[in-house]
């Protein structure tokens, strides 16, 4: 058997070693399934306002093009440093959305590659860095914390850290 028919059979094994389990100690599998399915839906459904808030803020970020305003106020100053500008985006949209990120990142894959110098710092801000807006918005929202203000400070002062030490990481290393 090849490591790819062991990993296609790991989640019905575990499957079936949940169900094997739950026999064993007289638990009925199919109420405690439905009952997962339903506080599953009920936790969507409150969860839906939140997402659908961030999505309509990023789509206004988005569309307004105010990030590439900002870029051009930037890039002299960017310049002077030595910071690459294809990462600056990525850097700037990373904390209010990974999929933008990701889709930013594959562009610089595409454009410059994944082994380059820029590739490779892509990847270390993604890695080094977290959807601070995102988690604030869901998860905060959802459990009822409305003081987020030194989290969001704090958060978005870790991702800056995090984009900084990237920034001087791979440019020592590569």
Same mark, same amino acid.
């Given at each position: 058997? %090849?490591?790819?028919?062991? @990993?296609?059979? &790991?989640?019905? *094994? +575990? $499957?079936a ?7 064993? =100690? ?5 109420d ?14 409150s ?11 990023? %789509?206004?970020?988005?569309? @307004?093009h105010? &990030?590439?305003? *900002? +870029? $051009?106020?930037l ?6 440093? =030595? ?36 590739g490779?710092?892509?990847s ?51």
């Amino acid at each position: 058997m %090849n490591l790819v028919n062991l @990993s296609t059979l &790991i989640i019905p *094994f +575990l $499957v079936a070693l949940i169900v094997i389990y739950a026999i064993y =100690k007289k638990i009925n599998v199919y109420d405690v399934f439905i009952s997962g399915a339903k506080d599953g839906i009920e936790m969507g459904i409150s969860i839906f306002p939140y997402l659908l808030a961030m999505i309509v803020a990023i %789509n206004v970020l988005l569309k @307004s093009h105010i &990030i590439e305003d *900002f +870029l $051009v106020l930037l890039k002299p100053v960017l310049s002077c440093i =030595k910071i690459p500008m294809p990462v600056i985006p990525m850097a700037i949209m990373r904390p209010i959305s990974g999929s933008s990120t990701l889709i930013l990142m594959n562009d610089i894959y595409v454009n410059y590659g994944v082994d380059s110098f820029l590739g490779k710092l892509a990847s270390t801000i993604q890695g080094s860095t977290d959807t601070t807006i995102y988690i604030l918005t869901l998860y905060f929202g959802f459990v009822g914390i409305k003081k987020i203000k030194y989290a969001m400070w704090v958060g978005l002062f870790a991702d800056l850290i995090g984009v900084i030490a990237s920034i001087l990481v791979v440019s020592w290393l590569f």
